[in-house]
Protein backbone atom coordinates (compact mmCIF):
# COMPACT_ATOMS: atom_id res chain seq x y z
CA UNK A 1 0.00 0.00 0.00
CA UNK A 2 1.00 3.85 -0.57
CA UNK A 3 3.66 4.45 2.13
CA UNK A 4 2.29 1.68 4.46
CA UNK A 5 -1.36 2.63 4.23
CA UNK A 6 -0.69 6.19 4.81
CA UNK A 7 -2.01 7.65 1.75
CA UNK A 8 -0.11 10.07 -0.78
CA UNK A 9 2.79 12.08 0.93
CA UNK A 10 1.98 15.85 0.26
CA UNK A 11 4.39 18.81 0.49
CA UNK A 12 4.65 22.30 0.24
CA UNK A 13 1.46 22.52 2.93
CA UNK A 14 1.53 24.32 6.27
CA UNK A 15 -0.65 22.74 9.20
CA UNK A 16 -3.40 24.86 10.65
CA UNK A 17 -2.90 25.87 13.99
CA UNK A 18 -5.04 24.50 17.22
CA UNK A 19 -8.74 25.69 16.42
CA UNK A 20 -8.57 26.89 13.00
CA UNK A 21 -9.23 25.54 9.22
CA UNK A 22 -6.85 26.15 6.32
CA UNK A 23 -6.88 25.76 2.86
CA UNK A 24 -4.41 23.64 0.74
CA UNK A 25 -4.46 24.04 -2.95
CA UNK A 26 -2.57 21.47 -5.34
CA UNK A 27 -1.76 20.64 -8.93
CA UNK A 28 -5.04 20.88 -10.91
CA UNK A 29 -6.82 23.03 -8.95
CA UNK A 30 -7.58 20.54 -6.07
CA UNK A 31 -8.39 22.67 -2.69
CA UNK A 32 -9.05 20.87 0.83
CA UNK A 33 -10.13 21.92 4.28
CA UNK A 34 -7.89 21.00 6.67
CA UNK A 35 -8.61 22.07 9.94
CA UNK A 36 -6.80 21.24 13.49
CA UNK A 37 -8.67 20.12 16.55
CA UNK A 38 -6.92 19.56 19.72
CA UNK A 39 -3.71 18.29 17.67
CA UNK A 40 -5.85 16.07 15.45
CA UNK A 41 -5.94 17.09 11.83
CA UNK A 42 -9.06 16.65 9.61
CA UNK A 43 -10.06 17.20 5.71
CA UNK A 44 -12.68 17.31 3.39
CA UNK A 45 -12.59 18.61 -0.42
CA UNK A 46 -12.36 22.49 -0.32
CA UNK A 47 -15.45 23.69 -2.24
CA UNK A 48 -19.22 23.20 -0.43
CA UNK A 49 -20.96 20.56 -2.70
CA UNK A 50 -24.04 22.71 -2.13
CA UNK A 51 -23.24 26.32 -3.33
CA UNK A 52 -19.50 25.51 -4.44
CA UNK A 53 -17.67 28.36 -2.18
CA UNK A 54 -14.65 28.06 -0.27
CA UNK A 55 -15.20 25.66 2.78
CA UNK A 56 -11.92 26.54 4.36
CA UNK A 57 -13.04 30.11 4.93
CA UNK A 58 -16.07 28.57 7.00
CA UNK A 59 -16.30 28.04 10.76
CA UNK A 60 -15.31 25.07 12.45
CA UNK A 61 -17.38 23.68 14.86
CA UNK A 62 -15.60 21.52 17.80
CA UNK A 63 -17.51 22.05 20.84
CA UNK A 64 -21.40 22.95 20.12
CA UNK A 65 -23.48 20.51 21.60
CA UNK A 66 -26.14 21.23 19.53
CA UNK A 67 -24.44 19.19 16.26
CA UNK A 68 -23.27 15.73 16.24
CA UNK A 69 -20.55 13.99 14.32
CA UNK A 70 -17.85 16.76 15.80
CA UNK A 71 -15.87 18.22 14.67
CA UNK A 72 -17.88 19.97 11.57
CA UNK A 73 -17.28 22.97 9.62
CA UNK A 74 -20.25 25.36 8.26
CA UNK A 75 -19.99 26.81 4.54
CA UNK A 76 -19.35 30.62 4.64
CA UNK A 77 -22.13 31.32 2.65
CA UNK A 78 -25.06 28.98 2.70
CA UNK A 79 -24.20 27.36 6.09
CA UNK A 80 -24.57 24.25 5.59
CA UNK A 81 -22.15 22.03 7.61
CA UNK A 82 -20.32 18.61 6.97
CA UNK A 83 -18.40 16.52 9.39
CA UNK A 84 -14.73 17.00 8.99
CA UNK A 85 -14.04 13.46 10.74
CA UNK A 86 -16.73 11.73 7.70
CA UNK A 87 -17.91 14.59 5.24
CA UNK A 88 -21.62 13.67 6.09
CA UNK A 89 -24.05 16.99 5.67
CA UNK A 90 -25.81 17.83 8.10
CA UNK A 91 -27.74 20.52 9.67
CA UNK A 92 -27.05 24.57 8.90
CA UNK A 93 -25.90 27.54 11.40
CA UNK A 94 -27.91 29.57 12.46
CA UNK A 95 -26.39 33.67 11.04
CA UNK A 96 -28.01 36.59 11.57
CA UNK A 97 -27.21 40.15 10.07
CA UNK A 98 -25.74 40.43 6.68
CA UNK A 99 -24.35 37.03 7.16
CA UNK A 100 -27.87 35.24 7.14
CA UNK A 101 -28.88 37.69 4.32
CA UNK A 102 -26.60 36.04 2.29
CA UNK A 103 -26.78 32.22 3.69
CA UNK A 104 -30.93 32.93 2.94
CA UNK A 105 -29.87 34.00 -0.95
CA UNK A 106 -27.30 31.07 -0.87
CA UNK A 107 -30.50 28.64 -0.23
CA UNK A 108 -32.63 29.77 -2.17
CA UNK A 109 -30.52 29.94 -5.13
CA UNK A 110 -29.01 26.82 -5.01
CA UNK A 111 -32.78 25.02 -3.43
CA UNK A 112 -33.04 22.88 -7.04
CA UNK A 113 -29.69 21.47 -6.88
CA UNK A 114 -28.76 18.52 -4.70
CA UNK A 115 -29.16 20.01 -1.29
CA UNK A 116 -27.98 16.55 0.85
CA UNK A 117 -24.82 15.88 -0.49
CA UNK A 118 -21.75 14.89 1.29
CA UNK A 119 -18.57 16.25 0.57
CA UNK A 120 -15.03 14.01 0.36
CA UNK A 121 -13.45 13.71 3.42
CA UNK A 122 -9.76 12.63 3.83
CA UNK A 123 -7.75 11.44 6.65
CA UNK A 124 -4.23 13.54 7.50
CA UNK A 125 -1.67 12.18 9.29
CA UNK A 126 1.86 13.23 10.16
CA UNK A 127 4.98 11.26 10.80
CA UNK A 128 6.54 12.10 14.16
CA UNK A 129 9.89 11.63 13.10
CA UNK A 130 10.05 13.42 9.75
CA UNK A 131 7.19 15.82 9.95
CA UNK A 132 6.18 14.45 6.66
CA UNK A 133 1.94 14.71 5.88
CA UNK A 134 0.00 12.09 4.06
CA UNK A 135 -3.58 12.17 3.49
CA UNK A 136 -5.65 9.54 1.75
CA UNK A 137 -9.39 9.08 1.02
CA UNK A 138 -12.04 7.74 3.56
Same mark, same amino acid.
Given at each position: ? /??? @????? *??????????? *?K????????????????????????? &?????? #????? #????D?????????????? +???????????? @??? *???????????? /?????????????? +?D?? /? *??????????? &????
Amino acid at each position: S /LNN @GRGQE *ITGVTLPSPGT *IKGWEFGDKKVMACANVDGQFYAVQGD &CPRCGF #DLWRG #DLISDDPAFEDLPRVACPT +CSVTFSMRSGLY @GPS *IKRTGLAGFVSG /LAKTATANQASQRN +CDAF /L *ISVDSDTERVY &CRKK
